[in-house]
Nanobody
Framework: QVQLVESGGGLVQAGGSLRLSCAAS????????MGWYRQAPGKQRELVAR???????NYADSVKGRFTISRDNAKNTVYLQMNSLKPEDTAVYYC?????????????WGQGTQVTVSS
């Protein structure tokens, strides 16, 4: 079993910054990908940013140039630096980690952290 602990959400004014963190622990042998998704009220969950073990990074078009994803492999932690935040970035942000345990593959989700951007 793999546990994800997220932190860093909150309330910020438009134009401000927040940094999200997600630490993975438990039955982890290797991690293939770590990413952030978000879900706004009444909308589907969408990819924000994702990084893989071979170094590829993908961003949603709406966050390119404003958000930066990074990871600390030694700590099994992924970060999302969010700058120039806009009210439309308001959502619950979820961490997602895909990898392999000692005996099985896994795809785990964090509990979600609220990000609210006021205008």
């Amino acid at each position: 079993q793999v546990q994800l602990v997220e932190s860093g959400g909150g309330l910020v004014q438009a134009g401000g910054s927040l940094r999200l963190s997600c630490a993975a622990s438990g039955n982890i042998f290797s991690i293939n990908a770590m990413g952030w998704y978000r879900q706004a009220p009444g909308k589907q969950r969408e990819l924000v940013a994702r990084t893989t073990s071979i170094g590829s990074i993908n961003y949603a078009d709406s966050v390119k140039g404003r958000f930066t994803i990074s990871r600390d492999n030694a700590k099994n932690t992924v970060y999302l630096q969010m700058n120039s935040l806009k009210p439309e970035d308001t959502a619950v942000y979820y961490c997602n980690v895909v990898g392999r345990g000692i005996t099985n593959d896994f795809a785990s989700w964090g509990q979600g952290t609220q990000v609210t951007v006021s205008s």
